[in-house]
């Protein structure tokens, strides 16, 4: 597209650069190959790309951030990154992966002009290069992070070995439509009142260096302790929730083939037959991956602890906390992919694109039961950004700025719908015609409320020559929320 700021006509013109290099005659150069290392891939699958990078079958790697760390390829000798990293300890990490054997190495960094964050770090460059790597912060006194401890404390008391492999091992299959905790699982997930007792001092004694620092919070005492021990198993089955809706879709999907198979209606080369067919292969996968039978020793995103952490009922600071998955077909098998809730709010809209492995697949389905009763409305304050929902949604006033919310300050967003997993088809192969690959034009707004209330806020006021200059507002626990408005 060309953004046109002449009343006259324009007439567009090939690409200069884009069509001499289509005019050269590769095949007496070397053979370029890529390929990416992401947290996408298997163990295997990216320990076996370093080797080739290093051994120079594979010319260049397109890394996520798991080239961070823990990865010596001697021979780099260029690192091109993107964008600017967060802050200058993912610079020197990044950047550090070139020229580990003394050799002089290129490392350049791009910088996009949409972005506030490249652009400030264009301007100051020496900030990132030369900056200062500050200690990583961890917020302990965070409630959630102490729920996943506390569960994990729970866990650990327990006999659980049907954990240990497949969340099919936890689940009674008889009933594919509940999918209920089975009789044993259940039956070890209780504990007496004595070894409650004796979890509490356990606990109690996880926290004893800050917990003293926890009673400045109203939430934080042995009540909040005691209710987290006891609704443990109530928590521990609604953490299978999302698992569940996939282990639904696949079987869906399986059936659905299944019946068109059998019944007789289509010829063996009919399309409809075709499409049954890999949708059959298709779905069989699916729920191998749901079962953790991956065919290797890799653990899949669908192992207990690790699905657990993603779900924020474990810790787990290596993986992303209730994470929205997509599945891919590839090839003679498939992939779960995920992404952050903000970023696939975006990538796994409806009917855009995404790129994997040197293909690209088109976002067909929203994996969402009964959609129609899952559709909800909020209130918007259009000069606060606050969101009303529930009951807040009869609010009269911003319970932040206290403004009086009337049609021209506010905004009734109706037929929300909360974004859940997807599924791809695959479209064709990425081709030189790509120069530049474009995601729909969504329209993203993003909103914020205050679950724990007003009065966990804390307020300020700048003063510029005894006038009120600045008002500001310090909310220790918000709850973002990110609208599609514009989904296709």
């Known amino acids: 597209m060309v953004k046109q700021r002449s009343y006259k006509n324009y007439e567009l013109k090939p690409n200069i650069f884009f069509q001499s290099i289509y005019k050269i005659d590769f095949k007496k150069y070397k053979t370029f190959k890529g390929n990416v290392h ?32 823990g990865i010596d390829i001697s021979t780099l000798n260029v690192v091109h990154m993107r964008n600017a990293p967060p802050n200058p300890s993912n610079y020197a990490q990044r950047s550090g992966r070139a020229g580990r054997s003394g050799q002089a190495a290129l490392v350049f960094t ?3 002009g949409f972005s506030p964050h490249d652009v ?16 990583p912060r961890l917020e302990i006194n965070n409630e959630e992070l102490l729920k996943t401890h506390l569960n994990a404390v729970y866990l650990s008391e327990l006999n659980l070995n049907e954990i ?9 299959e008889t009933n594919k439509d509940m999918l209920l905790l089975n009789e044993d699982v259940n039956n070890k997930l209780k ?10 001092i356990k606990f109690k004694k996880v926290i004893k260096d800050f917990e003293s620092d926890l009673k400045i919070y109203k939430w934080f005492n042995d009540d909040w302790i005691k209710n987290g021990i006891n609704r443990f198993p109530e928590s521990f089955n609604n953490a299978l929730d999302r698992w569940r809706s996939l282990y639904r879709s696949a079987i869906s999907q399986l059936s659905n083939a299944t019946n068109i198979i059998n019944s007789g209606t289509f010829t063996t080369n009919h399309e409809q037959m075709k499409a049954a067919r890999r949708n059959q292969y298709q779905g069989n996968i699916q729920l191998d991956l749901l079962k953790n039978k991956t065919g290797s020793n890799t653990l899949s995103e669908f192992y207990p602890y690790r699905y657990l952490a993603s779900e924020g009922f474990l810790p787990g600071y290596n993986f992303t906390r209730l994470p929205l998955r997509t599945y891919i077909p590839v090839g003679n098998s498939g992939a779960y992919v995920s992404r952050p809730r903000f970023l696939a709010l975006k990538e796994f809209g409806p009917g855009n694109l995404i790129y994997h ?40 006033i911003c319970p932040l700025t206290e403004v009086a919310l009337n049609n021209t300050n506010s905004e009734i967003i109706t037929q929300l719908l909360e974004m859940s997993e997807t599924r791809t088809e695959e479209q064709n192969r990425i081709s030189c015609e790509e120069e530049e690959r474009l995601s729909h034009g969504y329209d993203m707004k993003t909103y914020f409320s205050i679950p724990s209330g007003i009065d966990t806020v804390v307020k300020a006021k700048v003063l510029n020559a005894n006038e009120n200059f600045l008002n ?11 609208i599609n408005k514009n989904g296709k």
Not at 123 to 135: D, I, L, T, Y
Not at 472 to 482: G, N
């Open 110 to 112: 791009y910088c996009s």
């Open 357 to 396: 492995n040197g293909s690209k697949y088109r976002i067909e389905q929203l994996l969402k039961q009964d959609i129609e009763n899952s559709r909800t409305e909020a209130k918007i304050v259009n000069s606060s950004g606050y969101f009303l929902e529930g009951a807040e949604k009869n609010f009269e």
């Open 191 to 200: 504990i007496s009142d004595k070894q409650k007792d004796s979890l509490l």
């Open 38 to 69: 992401t947290g996408q891939n298997s163990n295997e699958e990216r320990q076996l790309r370093e080797a080739k990078f290093r051994e120079g079958v594979i010319s260049a790697l397109y890394c996520s951030p798991t080239m961070e760390l």
């Open 472 to 482: 500001l507002c310090f909310i220790p626990t918000a709850k973002l929320t990110r």
């Open 120 to 135: 400030h770090y264009f301007k100051n460059s020496a900030k990132m290069v030369a900056g200062n790597v500050v200690p």
């Open 164 to 172: 240990n492999l497949s969340i099919c091992d936890l689940i009674d």
